[in-house]
């Protein structure tokens, strides 16, 4: 067998509208794209590393770069143990790519999943004025699913102006912006818009607090900050009613699937999210995607464009590729 060889790369990925939530704006997204080259095979990795959980794409490539790999793609446990999140994710995202083309199958058939059970993913609208915001709602047409994210300080208008020209499922992302009094009021106000849950509404490092919300809200809680990892959740018992599973947060495919299984065991509804990333990261979560409830990869309709393509959707629905391992492509030649 021939080494392991990797090569991590940053790159620039310019967004359609600048994407602001409650804590940060950005009209570029800088991603870590990972080229895994092993027998003849060229895999592909990706890891969008969040400031938030104290990694950035400089990290994850000094930390790949790093790496000595040995010869063996399938050596997973060995390989990914003990790496930072942003950095596994990057690294088991390329050698999950890589055990798919050796076997020849789609990473979803891998894992023993049906493609046709694919959930409808959201499209995320960031915060902006109400004119702007109903602008981009208009631009999104009859998609099936709205995350709105709130924090920015007229939330309520927000809602109520969507709701007036919407009627499609609308789910809202506070990302941290309210203090868990402003929660439980903003809640009981939404919940006449018809909300199908709110995700994050209270900063990270308070689960009881999350329960005390819970208990006085007709909308369901979800996390996101609060759950990074499999080892978050038994400390969310009670008090959530699911979760967000992002490969960046949680170390990638098998990151997520550690998740997912002790959030089914738990009984907590499970959300697949994404960061602004390339068709690389959100093909990875994709395959995953009948294990879940619901699916926010939109990543794909945020970007201006997109070196790579693999995941479509109808009219929200996620279609899986078929091609071996992520079965993503790279359609257009120049990285930068
Ligand atoms: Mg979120």
Redesign the pocket.
């Known amino acids: 067998m021939s080494p392991i060889r990797l090569t991590v790369e940053a790159l620039d990925l310019p967004l359609k509208h600048t994407f602001t939530i409650a804590r940060s704006s950005a009209s570029v997204a800088r991603t870590a794209i990972v080229r895994l080259r092993w027998n003849g095979i060229e895999a592909l990795g990706e890891s969008a590393p969040s400031e938030r959980y104290n990694e950035d794409v400089a990290s994850v490539i000094a930390g790949l770069d790093a790496l000595e790999l040995g010869d063996d793609p399938y050596a997973l446990e060995r390989l990914l143990t003990g790496l930072p999140p942003a950095q596994a994710c990057g690294l088991d995202i390329a050698l999950h790519d890589c055990i798919g083309r050796d076997l020849d199958l789609p990473l979803w058939r891998l894992f023993g999943l049906d493609p046709a059970r694919t959930p409808r993913t959201s499209f995320t609208v960031g915060i902006a004025g109400t004119e702007e915001t109903l602008d981009k709602v208009r631009e999104v047409g009859t998609h099936p699913i709205l995350k709105v994210k709130l924090g920015g300080g007229n939330d309520l208008e927000t809602i109520e102006a969507i709701r007036s020209i919407y009627t499609g499922t609308i789910r809202v992302?506070a990302?941290e912006g309210w203090s868990p009094e402003q929660a439980v009021k903003n809640l009981a106000e939404l919940a006449k818009f018809d909300i199908e849950f709110c995700?994050?509404p209270i900063p990270a490092g308070s689960p009881e607090k999350l329960r005390w919300i819970r208990e006085r809200s007709t909308i369901p809680i979800v996390t996101?900050e609060d759950s990074k990892d499999a080892r978050d959740l038994p400390a969310l018992r009670g008090c959530v009613d699911g979760i967000?599973v992002k490969l960046v947060k949680c170390g990638g495919i098998r990151g997520a699937l550690a998740m997912i299984h002790t959030a089914r065991a738990m009984g907590l509804k499970i959300m697949l999210?994404c960061m602004l990333e390339t068709q690389i990261l959100t093909a990875a979560a994709a395959h995953l995607s009948p294990l879940v409830d619901w699916a926010d990869l939109d990543g794909p309709f945020l970007t201006a464009s997109d070196p790579f393509s693999g995941v479509s959707y109808v009219n929200g629905k996620i279609v899986l590729p078929d091609g071996p391992g992520l079965g993503v492509r790279q359609t257009s030649g120049s990285l930068s």
């Open positions: 992302d990302n995700e994050q996101d967000n999210g």
